[in-house]
């Protein structure tokens, strides 16, 4: 690795060097955890919720932020910190942690299944919520479940007032059977959605996921992601024209953002420049979070 700057990298993308092209460009396709001071603020709450006595009402969080802009991911980092334990001489896996999907509208059956999927639970699609609920929880209860996060909450403004209402009860339900916090995910809606119940709106402590700006935690953002990316020579991403473009390119949000990141370092790779750079991401067939939205609204 004569006459190549190594400066720039973290540990793991210095080993990465030594691989073919193809290769490389296959560990940055990867997911890349870059942490950031807002995702360890929620880190630690997630942390402090899941370690909380239990007690029938029992504080739970929601965290919101626009789309694609790094709240699964984070909730997927916790789950990744506090993997379930096989128990191999117990008669159940440990689970301390459950990350589900909600269902596109909100119904009491559906998110059942979506639960006892994640499971592998048999069971009838046709029984009655009822049966299902005793189910979810006998099998939660087995694992020993200390949090139970709810992907895409927002999607209970999908239905009426009164689905609206009954789902909320699930939610409310599930929290004092188990006594245990519920962590809502989703877009600033999910706050609309859980203030039609006051009892649930005040448990859920609101956290918010900005997007990015132009200041000190967005360079250090962009540096961070510098040491993962294993290309040869130094892209400086903090200097101000890039930094300033590649915040334009992704609108501040920081799933594009890492999008434009891998592409351009794909890019850079094939093209043997070995580093991002203006003329690189001038290149990429990129489109703007806000006009693909255009370009979609004009298709229907």
């Keep these: 690795m004569n006459n190549i700057n190594i400066e720039h990298l973290s540990k793991t993308a210095l080993e990465s060097l030594s691989l073919s092209d193809e290769e490389r460009i296959n560990k940055i396709k990867q997911d890349k955890w ?65 990350i589900v999907q909600a269902p596109p509208v909100p119904d009491e059956s559906r998110f059942y299944n979506n639960i006892l999927n994640e499971l592998f639970a048999e069971y009838r699609e046709n029984d009655r919520s009822a049966r299902k609920y005793s189910q979810v929880i006998r099998l939660l209860k087995a694992i020993k479940l200390r949090m139970l996060v709810i992907d895409e909450i927002h999607d209970i403004l999908a239905g009426s007032t009164k689905k609206q209402h009954e789902f909320l009860n699930v939610i409310k339900n599930l929290s004092n059977e188990l006594m245990i916090p519920i962590v809502g995910v989703g877009t600033r809606d999910a706050l609309r959605a859980l203030q039609t119940d006051p009892q649930l709106s005040n448990r859920f402590e609101p956290i918010s996921i900005p997007k990015w700006t132009m200041d000190q935690d967005y360079l250090r953002l962009l540096a961070s992601f510098e040491k993962v990316l294993p290309l040869k020579k130094p892209s400086h991403l903090t200097q101000n024209n890039i ?58």
């Design 243 to 300: 930094a300033q473009k590649l915040l334009t390119m992704s609108e501040g949000f920081i799933g594009e953002l890492s999008r434009i990141l891998t592409k351009a370092a794909i890019k850079a790779i094939e093209s043997n420049t070995e580093q991002i750079n203006i003329k690189i991401l001038d290149i990429l067939d990129w489109v703007k979070p806000s006009e693909r939205r255009k370009a979609a609204e004009k298709d229907f």
């Design 34 to 98: 870059i942490g950031y001071s807002q995702a360890r603020l929620v880190l630690d709450k997630l942390e402090d919720l899941l370690y909380y006595p239990p007690r029938h009402r029992m504080p739970c969080l929601l965290i919101v932020g626009d789309t694609n802009n790094g709240k699964t991911m984070i909730v997927r980092r916790f789950l990744h910190l506090h993997p379930p334990n096989p128990n191999v001489e117990g008669d159940a896996s440990i689970a301390p942690i459950m």
